[in-house]
């Protein structure tokens, strides 16, 4: 099989007082979320889809909640690491498509900053990077503005140098 597609899916708690990070890009925000690591939703959703399409676990397998070495740690980090798997098992990333649901800050003002930041740092095109934005009509958890949840979609096409 020459392609791979991979479903990722991530939520996190938030909280008043914690840095919103999403896409790689600090949103002015008064809440954050609650993390062990930098609370990066969306790039923890991204990371398990890439991780899916290989069937290499998820991203608690590779970077667990329970290490040190993972407290803090800025997201870019992982997904750098994740890519690199990707490519190490003789594959290349053709796109990405992220849901973003959340009820508040309002983020599309960050959208493009977010398709920048992500695809340079899974090195491939801008235009192969989809950020979207949505709420759920104040219904559920993230109507309440007590989460956000993330999903995320990826091509991947078998490398053809190898």
């Given at each position: 099989?020459?392609?791979?597609?991979?479903?990722?899916?991530?939520?996190?708690?938030?909280?008043?007082?914690?840095p919103l990070w999403?896409?790689?890009?600090?949103?002015?925000?008064?809440?954050?979320?609650?993390?062990?690591?930098?609370?990066?939703?969306?790039?923890?959703?991204?990371?398990?889809?890439?991780?899916?399409?290989?069937?290499?676990?998820?991203?608690?397998?590779?970077?667990?909640?329970?290490?040190?070495?993972?407290?803090?740690?800025?997201?870019?980090?992982?997904?750098?690491?994740?890519?690199?798997?990707?490519?190490?098992?003789?594959?290349?990333?053709?796109?990405?498509?992220?849901?973003?649901?959340?009820?508040?800050?309002?983020?599309?003002?960050?959208?493009?900053?977010?398709?920048?930041?992500?695809?340079?740092?899974?090195?491939?095109?801008?235009?192969?990077?989809?950020?979207?934005?949505?709420?759920?009509?104040?219904?559920?958890?993230?109507?309440?503005?007590?989460?956000?949840?993330?999903?995320?979609?990826?091509?991947?096409?078998?490398?053809?140098?190898?």
């Open positions: 099989m020459n392609i791979r597609i991979g479903n990722g899916y991530d939520v996190h708690a938030l909280a008043e007082g914690l999403l896409g790689g890009v600090r949103v002015e925000s008064p809440i954050g979320c609650i993390a062990h690591s930098d609370g990066d939703v969306a790039i923890h959703a991204l990371c398990d889809a890439l991780l899916g399409a290989l069937a290499l676990g998820d991203i608690g397998k590779h970077f667990p909640d329970t290490s040190d070495e993972f407290a803090g740690i800025d997201s870019k980090i992982l997904l750098e690491r994740v890519c690199s798997l990707v490519r190490a098992e003789g594959w290349e990333i053709g796109n990405a498509d992220i849901t973003i649901a959340m009820q508040r800050p309002k983020l599309a003002p960050y959208i493009i900053p977010m398709r920048e930041c992500l695809a340079s740092v899974m090195g491939i095109e801008v235009s192969d990077v989809s950020v979207k934005a949505t709420t759920t009509e104040k219904l559920g958890f993230v109507g309440r503005g007590e989460g956000c949840e993330v999903y995320a979609v990826v091509l991947l096409n078998r490398q053809t140098n190898i």
